[in-house]
Each structure stands twice: as structure tokens, then as C-alpha cells.
């Protein structure tokens, strides 16, 4: 069965500064990896996601994520970040027909 | 068309009381997904339909829930003798079927039906 880590339950980050939220799964099959946002009494928005090809994935907002084959790892990041990506954020990995979440990552972001 | 639509928002009911949720998918898309989401957890898969039928069911989904999709549009959650325990966010998603892909395309989900069992 497919598994989802997110190694960081909380990540506080002052405004403008970059800032990496850490995701690894486990896996012995090609995946799809994902990226959601989920703001305050909101669902999830999806930020980005890997399909296949080039390994590193842009997506909304700014942020990025680089997926990495040997070390199982699908890390997200933000060169600078603001007051308005303060959210949590979850990983996910698709395992047939539906989706493994992390437990996610709130990301608070301070003035 | 402005996404998925989940009703209602919030939901208090007492112990033992049944609940029902509605689920208006995005209109194209053939595939409708249940999860549910307790406080500091990511969403864990409940079930999911493919157009009408219902395809895949996971083991958190008890004897007390049901989950229909007549018609194969909106989609019902009903939770039958509600416990504590099923406090919980319910999230409702949808996706178009690709043929020969599995979760290639993206899940749009609905901003969800908060239940509180007091």
C-alpha cells in the first residue's frame, strides 16, 4: 500500500523568505504525485502536480516541487513567500483509483 | 459551472440521529470521490463512483454509511446512527475519466460538510 510522509507538521517562515515543505512517500510503482492547499473551512486546492517528464513541477502561486526517484521524495517550495500562503498544505500520492494524503503542513507565515 | 458544490456546509446533530450529505459534481466530469478528513489528519478515501456505480469502497466506510450517485450526478452520504467518532470533515471531489489512466487528472473537490456529533 501506497504511504504518504510529511516530515514537518507545522513550518513557521517569516514573510519574503523561501521556504520548503518536506514530502516522501513509499512506493514500488510509478506514481502520480500531488500537492494540495487547504485554507481555513475551505476544500483543497490543487497547487501542482507529477505526471511524468521533467522532474521538477511549477505550479500555482509560485510554488514549485522537485520529484525525486531514489530518495522518494516530492519536496515543495516557495523562493519567497507571503502572508497569504499561510495555509496547510497536504501531500498526495494517487494509488489506483483515489489519492493517499499526508498528514499535511501548516504553514504560517509571520510580518 | 462553478465547481463542486457540497451542502450542507456545517451539520450538528446528536448521537444516534442519522445525517444525509449532497454532492453536486462538476457537470462533465464522470468520476465523484468521498473523503473524510478528522482534525490534524490528511483526507482518507471512503469511496468513489464512476458515473452511477459504485466502483470502490474503503474499509473506514462501515455498515452505518451509504453513499449513492442515482442518475450518476449529484451523490448522497448518509451516516445512519451517528457516533461521536464520525465527527469529521466530508469531502466531496470529481474528475473526468480518461480511458486506460487511473488518477492522472486532477480531483477538484467541493469546500465540504463539516458534521459535529454532540
Known amino acids: 500500500a501506497q504511504s504518504v510522509t510529511q516530515l514537518d507538521s507545522q513550518v513557521p517562515v517569516f514573510e519574503e523568505a523561501p521556504v520548503e515543505l518536506r514530502c516522501n512517500y513509499s512506493s514500488s510503482v510509478s506514481v502520480y504525485l500531488f500537492w494540495y492547499v487547504q485554507y481555513p473551512n475551505q476544500g483543497l486546492q490543487l497547487l501542482l502536480k507529477?505526471?511524468?517528464?521533467?522532474?521538477l513541477v511549477k505550479g500555482i502561486n509560485g510554488f514549485e516541487a522537485e520529484f525525486n526517484k531514489s530518495q522518494t521524495s516530492f519536496h515543495l517550495r516557495k523562493p519567497s513567500v507571503h502572508i497569504s500562503d499561510t495555509a496547510e498544505y497536504f501531500c498526495a500520492v494517487s494509488y489506483g483509483n483515489k489519492l493517499v494524503f499526508g498528514a499535511g503542513t501548516i504553514l504560517r507565515v509571520k510580518s | 459551472d462553478t465547481g463542486v458544490s457540497q451542502n450542507p456546509r456545517h451539520k450538528i446533530t446528536k448521537r444516534g440521529q442519522n445525517v444525509t450529505f449532497r454532492c453536486d459534481p462538476i457537470?462533465?466530469?464522470?468520476?465523484l470521490y468521498w473523503y473524510r478528513q478528522t482534525l490534524g489528519q490528511g483526507p482518507e478515501f471512503l469511496t468513489y463512483?464512476?458515473?452511477?456505480?459504485?466502483?470502490?469502497k474503503s474499509r473506514l466506510l462501515s455498515d452505518r454509511f451509504s453513499a449513492e450517485r442515482p442518475k450518476g450526478s449529484f451523490s448522497t452520504l448518509e451516516i445512519q446512527r451517528t457516533e461521536q467518532g464520525d465527527s469529521a470533515m466530508y469531502l466531496c471531489?470529481?474528475?473526468?475519466?480518461?480511458?486506460?489512466?487511473?488518477?492522472?487528472?486532477?480531483?477538484?473537490f467541493g469546500q465540504g460538510t463539516r458534521l459535529t456529533v454532540v
Open positions: 457537470s462533465e466530469h464522470n468520476r
Open positions: 471531489a470529481s474528475s473526468p475519466y480518461v480511458q486506460g489512466a487511473s488518477l492522472s487528472t486532477e480531483a477538484f
Open positions: 507529477y505526471l511524468s517528464g521533467s522532474t
Open positions: 463512483f464512476q458515473n452511477e456505480a459504485q466502483l470502490e
